[in-house]
């Protein structure tokens, strides 16, 4: 079982520090767009725009941040990366307590949180290459993955009791906390890292910028895997609003059934994530990728079709888990087959340019469901998603598109 392989202290200390973190955010879910509404009164605009154009200035800030990140040692970088955090997300109770909170404010914090998240995942990835063996690093992946999932499940409904007994800035609080939590677990990873080699000692050039997209889109089997992964988070996470609206307004669900129908399919992460490792040694990588890869397009349809009661929330739960059990399947195999197809000089670039892109193919995706939900209905909407997501398999590689001869990424462990 890959819960039981054992992959060394420093792993585990890594592995605690993106644990605390992902369930500070899990708790924080949210937190920002709901600060807005129930603090400053923000309407749909405003609360669209800060669910959306933060994090997409976010992904803007982050890309010349991705050359700084690939020359540097990578503990310092999350560390600094971790505390960034706390400090742009400690304003915000700083600023609710003297009465000074503004929509401006909330919408720089959105951007330096998701900036930071950026940098510290490139950086996070880059550094895990170099701390597990090769053959590691999909069970590193799968837990990581496994994480997230559960923090995901647990998360969100804790943070809004804890909201409705404390107020609203509390899980902003939390969230902010579990930064410093994981930075602290990152000062505790002992071992000697070693700094990046740069063969060019003049400053970075503005076309390193661009070095991140340029492996990935020069790689025939990233590429494929790259744009394929564009269309699918986008439109999947686009559906999210549309599915609240339709949910709560017009269904008339009430809130809490309304985070069960989000939280309790989250469990079928764990299960995905489980079965990352076996599935690929029974049935190879590409078998995942093409496979569970259409698998995870097929089901978004189906929200188009949740109808009041019982049944609509049975509808919404059968749909999300069987799209978070592929896709918790999925993205540990991805994640793998990105950084052992990425030199190491390339890995910070290479992971930071990736999560740009989805994250501004999420934004996008969003504004124009939004856009055309307000021209048509929510339900038009997420059908036109459903029938757009099913194109997708046919981004995905065909067969193993990795490049023949391709040199063997030289590695150096901690």
Request: charged share 15%; aromatic share 8%; net charge positive.
């Amino acid at each position: 079982m890959a819960g039981r392989r054992r992959l060394g202290r420093q792993f585990g200390w890594l592995w605690a520090s993106y644990a605390v973190s992902a369930y500070g955010s899990g708790l924080g879910f949210g937190a920002l767009p709901l600060i807005a509404v129930l603090v400053l009164h923000a309407g749909p605009a405003e609360v669209s725009a800060l669910s959306a154009v933060g994090p997409a200035v976010g992904a803007l800030i982050a890309v010349p941040l991705a050359p700084w990140v690939e020359f540097r040692r990578k503990r310092p970088v999350m560390i600094m990366m971790d505390l960034a955090r706390l400090a742009a997300m400690a304003t915000v109770p700083v600023a609710y307590a003297f009465g000074w909170l503004s929509l401006v404010q909330l919408l720089v914090v959105s951007a330096l949180v998701a900036a930071a998240k950026i940098a510290f995942n490139a950086a996070g990835g880059a550094y895990l290459k170099a701390l597990v063996r090769p053959d590691d690093l999909l069970v590193a992946n799968a837990r990581f993955e496994s994480t997230n999932w559960s923090s995901i499940a647990v998360g969100p409904p804790l943070g809004g009791a804890a909201i409705g007994l404390f107020g609203p800035v509390t899980t902003v609080v939390a969230d902010a906390l579990s930064y410093l939590l994981s930075a602290l677990g990152i000062i505790a990873i002992r071992g000697q890292e070693e700094a990046p080699r740069r063969t060019d000692k003049s400053p970075v050039r503005v076309g390193a910028l661009l070095d991140g997209w340029r492996h990935i889109l020069g790689h025939p089997g990233l590429r494929a895997l790259y744009l394929n992964q564009l269309l699918v988070g986008g439109l999947i996470m686009a559906t999210e609003p549309l599915l609240a609206v339709l949910l709560l307004r017009q269904l008339g669900f009430p809130p809490w059934q309304y985070g069960l129908a989000f939280a309790a399919p989250c469990l079928g992460g764990l299960i995905g994530s489980r079965l990352a490792r076996r599935v690929v040694a029974r049935f190879g990588r590409h078998w995942v990728f093409r496979t569970v890869g259409t698998l995870r397009a097929i089901w978004l349809i189906g929200l188009a079709f949740v109808r009041p009661g019982v049944v609509g929330l049975v509808t919404v739960m059968a749909v999300e888990l069987a799209i978070i059990i592929n896709m918790s399947l999925y993205s540990p195999v991805l994640a793998t087959y990105r950084l052992e197809h990425t030199p190491e000089h390339l890995v910070a670039r290479t992971l930071s340019a990736w999560s740009i892109g989805q994250q501004a193919s999420i934004a996008v995706l969003t504004a124009l469901a939004g856009l055309l939900a307000d021209v048509t209905s929510p339900r038009t909407a997420l059908t036109v998603a459903g029938l757009l997501i099913l194109t997708t398999p046919l981004l995905l590689p065909r067969e193993d598109q990795t490049p023949q001869h391709e040199p063997e990424p030289s590695r150096s462990h901690s």
